[in-house]
């Protein structure tokens, strides 16, 4: 079947900033930027004094050669367990400078999962922080050098750390001489950077190889539409351990000569109120709960408590001037000269992407995959034909197409092609060659189609998909983001069930608590049952017969979710319903 192809359309690239000769290495990337940025600040801890570009560099050099005694070399495996912070992309621009490579670890990822991941990479050290210590404890076989990024000494004797302050003392020391007369090991574009461990919604974490000829070209292809100036602030709340932070949001900020800045804490409304106040970043990534979480508690209370607001925003030109209003108070929020904020890694909900429009926002919305190291589109930004909704065009030199499209929704499989597409999956060569089609392409599990400006819409995972008795295909999450809109809803999970269609939801307890306070837990009970049940009704009359809900359930637990904050679907079912 003929399937919809979309390539970046070479006339647009004339209006796009000129680049220099692409990097084919990180280590060639980084040489490039302190040869041209030597005294700009590089990367450093909110709230204090960042590490220049030069200095950046030379202690990467000096922390390469004090690995490469301890035994890390070419194809050497270094684990990182820790938060984020300037001392972790230190240590992985130090590995991949040896030819090493990097195996970045979720912090949030369980005990069993960090021991499985340890057990397969059988690495030559691991760089960890104090909150992360405990799930080594019991590993059977640790890697003969174990770090503490944080200067955490284990009082338990457990473990034999090395605190990163001496370690990079003792680099310094013994770190001399100019690298022509001690010549690291070539590394060239193929050479594997990074073995990544997905978290995905579908179940099966695999490790994904991604070279640095990948990296690099999906660095490089972002700058073409993403323009930052050099000395921008970058400010960085989402884990780097994550391929969409560690590209966007590491290797790209310092490919153009940036400034990052580690907010060390979880971003909560009050952390990034301060941070932000202080750093004043011209640029940062979220996830869209950063942004629908400030919406719904913000901007939604603020709008319903005056009935000036609330009377404007039943018509179109008054919700706007409102939105613009509460737009600036939002850029002030963030510290006033946001130039651009990248969300990705979940599909954001279309009522807040509609009010983010209104307020003039500096957004833009982009999608990718681990496996393509990770973005495959975005805006460009300020582009009026990037429709609401979509994810925008396919950055450059990525090409994307629609497998099998449905002649009457243009909706298909999305495949990729391009120089970001991973090598495969580690140790799974049977999985790989599913991934990939006969003629190259990634698959990518996800459903979307290509309008006529070339943008891309996200309809779901195909995994998700719910394809009723009658034959007709729902997509739950479309579903789930009416539900995930109204205030007293923190998320939910619409799931198949006998034939009908059902949905769990997690409640805001503090906006229940609010609306029921000195009330019985009988009429708690009740209150939110009715608010269950109109809300079902209300949704129901926006859908399709064939969508609609039979059933709303409470569910008293937040679901169990990625790093990008995506539910793991596969972890629930009509069974597992209350």
Not at 278 to 302: C, N, S, T
């Amino acid at each position: 079947m003929e399937q919809s192809v979309h390539r970046h359309a070479r006339a647009g690239s004339a209006n796009l900033p000129v680049v220099h000769r692409d990097a084919t290495t990180l280590n060639e990337l980084i040489d490039n930027s302190c040869r041209r940025y030597g005294d700009l600040p590089a990367l450093g801890m909110a709230l204090e004094k960042p590490l220049t570009y030069r200095v950046l560099h030379g202690q990467i050099l000096s922390l390469a050669r004090l690995l490469r005694r301890y035994g890390v070399g070419h194809g050497c495996r270094v684990a990182i367990l820790a938060e984020n912070s300037h001392r972790w992309g230190l240590v992985y621009l130090a590995v991949v400078r040896l030819g090493g490579i990097a195996v970045p670890i979720l912090p949030d990822l369980p005990e069993a999962d960090v021991h499985h991941i340890l057990g397969e990479m059988e690495c030559q050290a691991l760089f960890l922080s104090q909150r992360q210590a405990e799930k080594v404890y019991d590993l059977e076989k640790r890697p003969p050098l174990l770090v503490s990024l944080d200067d955490f000494r284990d009082e338990t004797g457990i473990l034999e750390l090395r605190p990163f302050s001496s370690l990079l003392a003792e680099a310094g020391e013994t770190g001399g001489g100019k690298e022509d007369e001690d010549p690291f090991p070539e590394v060239v574009g193929n050479d594997l950077a990074s073995i990544l461990y997905t978290s995905g919604t579908s179940g099966f974490s695999k490790a994904v190889m991604l070279s640095h000829a990948n990296l690099c070209a999906n660095a490089c292809c972002t700058a073409r539409i993403i323009d930052l100036e050099p000395g921008s602030v970058f400010l960085s709340v989402l884990p780097i351990s994550h391929t969409y932070e560690f590209t966007v949001g590491f290797i790209l900020p310092l490919l153009k000569g940036c400034c990052i800045f580690y907010a060390g804490k979880a971003p909560t409304p009050a952390v990034l109120q301060k941070v932000c106040a202080r750093q004043r970043p011209h640029a940062m990534l979220v996830v869209p709960l950063i942004l629908e979480k400030i919406y719904k508690k913000r901007v939604l209370p603020a709008i319903e408590k005056s009935r000036a607001l609330s009377f404007c925003c039943r018509f179109r030109m008054g919700r706007r001037m409102v939105f613009r209003r509460i737009g600036r108070r939002l850029l002030e929020f963030f510290g006033g000269r946001l130039w651009i904020m990248g969300i990705g890694g979940a599909s954001l909900n279309p009522e807040v992407e509609r009010f983010l429009r209104d307020a003039g926002f500096p957004f833009i919305v982009g999608y990718g995959l681990t496996e393509c190291a990770p973005l495959i589109a975005a805006g460009p930004p300020g582009d009026p034909s990037v429709v609401h909704g979509s994810t925008g065009r396919p950055i450059p030199g990525v090409e994307v197409r629609i497998h099998e499209p449905d002649p009457e929704t243009g909706i298909g499989e999305i495949q990729v092609r391009g120089p970001n597409v991973m090598q495969g999956y580690w140790g799974d060569p049977e999985a790989t060659d599913q991934t990939f089609t006969e003629d190259g392409w990634l698959r990518t599990g996800d459903l979307g189609l290509l309008d006529g400006h070339g943008n891309l819409h996200i309809r779901g995972r195909s995994k998700s998909v719910i394809v009723m008795a009658n034959g007709e295909n729902i997509y739950p999450e479309a579903i789930e983001h009416r539900l995930n809109s109204y205030p007293f809803v923190l998320e939910s999970l619409v799931v198949e069930n006998r034939g009908m269609l059902e949905a769990w939801v997690y409640p805001d307890y503090d906006f229940i608590d609010a609306e029921t306070k000195g009330q019985s837990r009988q009429q708690r009970y009740a209150h939110v049952s009715s608010l269950l049940d109109r809300m079902r009704v209300e949704v129901n009359g926006q859908l399709a017969s064939s969508s609609r809900l039979s059933r709303v359930l409470e569910r008293r637990e937040p679901f169990i979710k990625t790093a990008t904050h995506k539910i793991k679907r596969y972890l629930y079912s009509a069974d597992a319903m209350p």
